[in-house]
């Protein structure tokens, strides 16, 4: 007789390993707060290098644009001051983001494994009843 409690459950399960098991187990086997620092730096760094690259694109632009410019130190200083608050801005933009999704990344990792070891033990208890009726 097919027992379709356990069919529902070793199908839950099959389905999870299948799918969304190996992608799972590797978020969790970090830490928390490991798993969200090391892709923050990801993100920071990518971040980083797209920021540097569309500045440096503007200014080649602008220079290609103009055949002379003349600017003094203020206006150095100040363009320089500009670039680095949107560059603080842009960071601070990434960085909440980053922390913000991979935080619930990991928090729904853990959650799916869970429900998965809830599934285990469920299969577990089913088959120790079974068990213990057939020894009657």
């Keep these: 007789m097919v027992d379709t409690d356990k069919v529902y459950l070793m199908t839950k399960a099959a389905m999870f390993e299948n799918k969304e098991k190996k ?27 797209a920021f540097c ?14 055949d002379t410019i003349v600017l003094n130190v203020g206006e150095m200083v100040v363009f320089g001051l500009v670039i ?3 560059y603080a801005i842009v960071l601070i933009f990434y960085y909440t983001f980053s922390h913000q999704f991979y935080g619930s990344r990991h928090v729904k990792a853990r ?4 429900q998965y070891l ?6 577990d208890e089913l088959e120790e009843k079974r068990k213990a009726e057939s020894e009657k």
């Design 84 to 86: 680095a608050v949107f």
């Design 111 to 114: 959650q799916k494994i869970r």
């Design 118 to 123: 809830e599934i285990m033990n469920a299969l």
């Design 23 to 49: 992608g799972a187990m590797k978020i969790v086997s970090y830490r928390r707060q490991d798993y969200i620092l090391y892709h923050m730096l990801l993100v920071l760094f990518s971040a980083t290098i």
């Design 53 to 66: 690259i569309i500045v440096g694109t503007i200014l080649f632009l602008i220079l290609m644009a103009n």
